[in-house]
């Protein structure tokens, strides 16, 4: 049959990304390689897409390095979807993560600039001010994201 074009598979990725919170070990485990190989292969398509960059830049971040994850691969993922973001939607996106990796790395100046440059296309984001309030507690959004409970009490959410 005809190959997915590169933004179904990126969808497609995230949507089974997204319902790993549900599943079972085994399940997450099979399914996390399944949700890398979609990421993947859209970048084949286009190896420049910033949305595909991120999201493979998550993969590496969230999966334990034994079945593959690399912190520094996820730093290089998300600082090119940065650099090949061809309108605001996909630089906003990029540098907000972008911005939580360095977060991540303790680079906390440039963690603070990447993130009020992302405010500049996006003035109002919710989701700015949540990170710059995650951030000013010594979290990253990218941490959180991972396991919101553990925070939400320090944070009086």
Same mark, same amino acid.
């Given at each position: 049959?005809?190959?997915?074009? &590169?933004?179904?598979?990126?969808?497609? /990725? =995230?949507?089974?990304?997204?319902?790993?919170?549900?599943?079972?070990?085994?399940?997450?485990?099979?399914? +996390?390689? $399944?949700?890398?190989?979609?990421? @993947? %292969?859209?970048?084949?398509? %286009? %190896?420049?897409?910033?949305?595909?960059?991120?999201?493979?830049?998550?993969?590496?971040?969230?999966?334990? /390095?034994?079945? +593959? /994850?690399?912190?520094?691969?996820?730093? %290089?993922?998300? &600082?090119?979807?940065?650099?090949?973001?061809?309108? =605001?939607? @996909?630089?906003?996106?990029?540098?907000?993560?972008?911005?939580?990796?360095?977060? #991540?790395?303790?680079?906390? @100046? !440039?963690?603070?600039? $990447?993130? #009020?440059?992302?405010?500049?296309?996006?003035? !109002?984001?919710?989701?700015?001010?949540?990170? #710059?309030?995650?951030?000013?507690? /010594?979290?990253?959004?990218? =941490?959180?994201? +991972?396991?919101?409970?553990?925070? =939400?009490? &320090?944070? +009086?959410?």
């Amino acid at each position: 049959g005809k190959t997915p074009n &590169k933004w179904l598979l990126v969808n497609q /990725g =995230d949507l089974i990304s997204f319902s790993l919170q549900f599943a079972t070990l085994s399940e997450a485990i099979k399914s +996390g390689l $399944e949700v890398k190989t979609y990421y @993947e %292969d859209a970048l084949k398509q %286009d %190896d420049k897409m910033s949305f595909a960059l991120v999201n493979l830049g998550m993969w590496y971040y969230y999966v334990p /390095g034994i079945a +593959g /994850g690399d912190k520094q691969k996820t730093y %290089d993922f998300v &600082k090119k979807s940065v650099t090949n973001a061809t309108n =605001d939607s @996909e630089l906003y996106f990029a540098k907000i993560i972008y911005s939580q990796t360095l977060f #991540e790395q303790e680079k906390f @100046e !440039e963690s603070k600039t $990447e993130l #009020e440059q992302a405010k500049t296309l996006c003035p !109002e984001s919710q989701n700015i001010k949540f990170m #710059e309030k995650l951030n000013n507690a /010594g979290i990253s959004y990218i =941490d959180y994201s +991972g396991n919101p409970k553990k925070y =939400d009490k &320090k944070l +009086g959410n």
